[in-house]
């Protein structure tokens, strides 16, 4: 799955958009901390704009769909064939699925993934609401590393990807994007100071036990 995610270094976003001929996003403030039913930005085939991340199912906000659950309801194929979207981030946080990983059970452990360039494409699609628009990240199976402490990923589309992604109007060719990432990441344990959504800073990236003394304190 997908519960935080970090969007705090501009310049390594907005050079990845350039590069692919996209619209540069505005400044924005750093967040490293970014939740579900927060504003996030989103990049469509035409503009960039914002949304609230989590799409409301029978009274529950939802902040991810499954590529296997999209398959089956026509409702979310329709959505993705035609609100199609991408999420640009400098990584996300995961915490390790102690029911499927036992061994993981009473290790205080969270991870945050990245890529080697400092910034990646989420696959996503949005839906537009009498609340306004939301949006849902897609999750696929693991990638090789990831699977050492979670059954889920967010779809990780490399560049070229990304622009065939905006591209694309047919749900399934869509689906059919929606693989586990080959290419490079960077994983590693970060500090307990994450896990409060309402924790902003670069201490939310800083490795397990750095800022322990300061976290005890808050």
Known sequence: ??????????????????????????????RWNVAPGTLINVITQKQTTQVRWG???????HPNSRASTIIKRPELRDWL??????????GFYEWPDTKLYPQWRGRDTRFH??????????AAFAKPTDAGWQANII??????????????????LDPSQAKQWLKLSDSQALLDMCQPYTGALKIYECSSFVDNA???????????GKYADQISLI
């Open 55 to 61: 799409i409301d199912f029978n009274g529950f906000s």
């Open 139 to 156: 999750t696929t199976g693991p990638t090789v590393e990831m699977a050492e402490f979670h059954h889920r990923s967010p779809v990780i």
């Open 113 to 122: 993934i990245s890529t080697p360039q400092g910034a990646m494409f989420l």
């Open 81 to 90: 064939a035609r609100y199609k979207c991408l999420v640009p981030v400098n």
């Open 1 to 30: 799955m997908c519960g935080r995610l970090n969007v705090s270094e501009n310049p390594y976003i907005q050079a990845l958009m350039k590069d692919l001929g996209m619209p540069v996003l505005p400044e924005f403030e750093p």
């Open 198 to 208: 309402r924790h902003e800073g670069e201490q939310c990236l800083a490795p397990a």
